[in-house]
């Protein structure tokens, strides 16, 4: 079994910042890939940002600037800092990851549950 967790989402108002943690666990003999993604009601789930085991990321133009994630490899968790926020970026937030399962014979993706954050105007 592997599980994904997500945490530190919330309310907070326009310009405030949140910092989202996702920790992976479970029978995880490596991780690729990390990253974060979203979904607004009524619209399809986006990407947020990625980032490779050797720390290369991605952004969505529309965070670039504002979002920041980074990873620990050591703790397989993966984090999303996010200042600036916006109303336009209140959405569920969804971690992701590629892992290699211990005794499996190759990688496949895993979502945790999401976490919420609202941002108010």
């Known amino acids: 079994q592997v599980q994904l967790v997500e945490s530190g989402g919330g309310l907070v108002q326009a310009g405030g910042s949140l910092r989202l943690s996702c920790t992976a666990s479970?029978?995880?003999?490596?991780?690729?890939?990390m990253g974060w993604y979203r979904q607004a009601p009524g619209k399809q789930r986006e990407l947020v940002a990625t980032i490779s085991r050797g720390g290369t990321t991605n952004y969505a133009d529309s965070v670039k600037a504002r979002f920041t994630i980074s990873r620990d490899n050591g703790k397989n968790t993966v984090y999303l800092q996010m200042n600036s926020l916006k109303p336009e970026d209140t959405a569920v937030y969804y971690c992701?990851?590629?892992?290699?399962?211990?005794?499996?014979?190759?990688?496949?993706?895993?979502w945790g549950r999401g976490t919420q954050v609202t941002v108010s105007s």
């Open positions: 479970g029978s995880i003999e490596s991780i690729n890939g």
């Open positions: 992701n990851a590629y892992l290699l399962r211990s005794g499996s014979l190759w990688a496949q993706a895993y």
